[in-house]
C-alpha cells in the first residue's frame, strides 16, 4: 500500500516537473539565450538574452541600444568596448523595466538615455548602479558621423515614457517593448501600460518613418507586418473586453503567441483593458 502511494507521488511530482518545464521553457529561452545578428559593417543586433539589444559602430562614438540582464549585459557591453576601442559608449535604455536596463552598470562614465520619466519613479524602479544619466522629453539626434541615431519619445503606452530609436541609414526602427513579436505583451498599472494609448502609438510607429526593419523589445526582428499584427492583437483584445462573447475565438486565433506563465495571455490583456481602458 506505501509503495503504491510512494508510486503515485513520484509520478504526481514528475509530472508537475514537467508542466513547468513546457510552461517556463519558452520564457527562460527567451531571456538567457542570445543570437547575433550583424546586418552590415555598423550595425549588429544582439537578440535575446533579457531585452533585444542593437549596437551601432559610429566615427565617433558606439551606441548601445539596451542593456539587457545577468550575464547578457557582461557579454553586450565586452562585445561594445571591442567594437568601440578608444571611442565613448553611448547607451539608450528604450524604457526602464529591468530585462533593458540592468546592464547600465557595465556602461560606467557613459552617457545613459532614457525617458522623460518622474526622478524619484526611475529611484524607486531601477537600482543606484543602474540609473540613467540624461532623459529625452521629445526627440533627440545622436549624430556620430557616419551614423544618425534619432531618440524619440512616444509618451505612454508600453509604459509611462516609452522611446524609439531611428537609424535613418539603415532604415531600422528599434521599437522596445512597444512590439512583442509573437508574444503576449507584460501589462502593469505600475509601469503605467494603457492599451488604448498604445494602440495610438503603434499608429505612430505605421505612418512616421519609413523603415523596412523592426527591432522589437523581445523576439525576432521583422518588418511592417509585425506593427500591424500587435495592433490587430490590441484592437481584437478591446472588442472582447466589450464582447465577453469573443474570448474563446481570439485564445484560438492568437494561440501561438507566446504566454510568459503568470504575466501575459490573451485572458490577461483582456482583463487588463476592461479595468482600464473601456468605459465604464
Ligand atoms: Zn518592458
Redesign the pocket.
Known amino acids: 500500500m506505501k509503495k503504491k502511494i510512494f508510486i503515485g507521488m513520484g509520478i504526481g511530482l514528475l509530472v508537475i516537473i514537467i508542466g513547468a518545464i513546457i510552461l517556463f521553457y519558452p520564457m527562460a529561452r527567451m531571456m538567457t539565450q542570445k543570437d547575433i545578428v550583424r546586418l552590415d559593417q555598423s550595425l549588429t543586433l544582439m537578440l535575446g538574452g533579457g531585452?533585444n539589444s542593437g549596437i551601432i559602430i559610429g566615427d565617433s562614438a558606439v551606441v548601445v541600444i539596451d542593456t539587457k540582464m545577468m550575464g547578457s549585459s557582461e557579454n553586450l557591453y565586452e562585445f561594445a568596448k571591442e567594437k568601440a576601442g578608444q571611442k565613448p559608449i553611448i547607451v539608450i535604455n528604450t524604457?526602464y523595466?529591468g530585462?533593458?536596463v540592468k546592464g547600465n552598470k557595465f556602461f560606467k562614465g557613459s552617457r545613459i538615455y532614457i525617458g522623460s520619466y518622474e526622478k524619484e519613479f526611475l529611484q524607486k524602479n531601477i537600482d543606484a548602479e543602474n540609473q540613467p544619466t540624461d532623459f529625452v522629453k521629445d526627440s533627440l539626434l545622436l549624430d556620430l558621423g557616419n551614423e544618425k541615431v534619432y531618440l524619440y519619445n512616444l509618451g505612454q503606452a508600453?509604459?509611462f515614457n516609452d522611446l524609439v530609436v531611428y537609424l535613418s541609414n539603415h532604415n531600422v526602427l528599434f521599437t522596445?517593448?512597444l512590439i512583442f513579436n509573437r508574444v503576449n505583451p507584460?501589462l502593469k498599472e505600475e509601469s503605467g501600460a494603457r492599451v488604448s494609448q498604445w494602440i495610438h502609438v503603434l499608429d505612430i510607429i505605421l505612418s512616421r518613418w519609413g523603415y523596412s526593419k523592426i527591432v522589437p523589445?523581445h523576439g525576432q526582428a521583422g518588418d511592417k507586418e509585425m506593427v500591424l499584427s500587435m495592433r490587430q492583437y490590441f484592437i481584437d483584445m478591446t472588442s472582447a473586453a466589450i464582447d465577453p462573447g469573443k474570448e474563446n475565438q481570439l485564445a484560438e486565433k492568437y494561440k501561438e503567441w507566446m504566454k510568459l506563465p503568470g504575466m501575459s495571455s490573451p485572458e490577461k490583456t483582456i482583463e487588463y483593458i476592461k479595468l482600464h481602458d473601456v468605459k465604464k
Request: aromatic share 0%.
Open positions: 531585452g524604457h523595466h530585462d533593458h508600453h509604459t522596445g517593448d507584460v523589445g
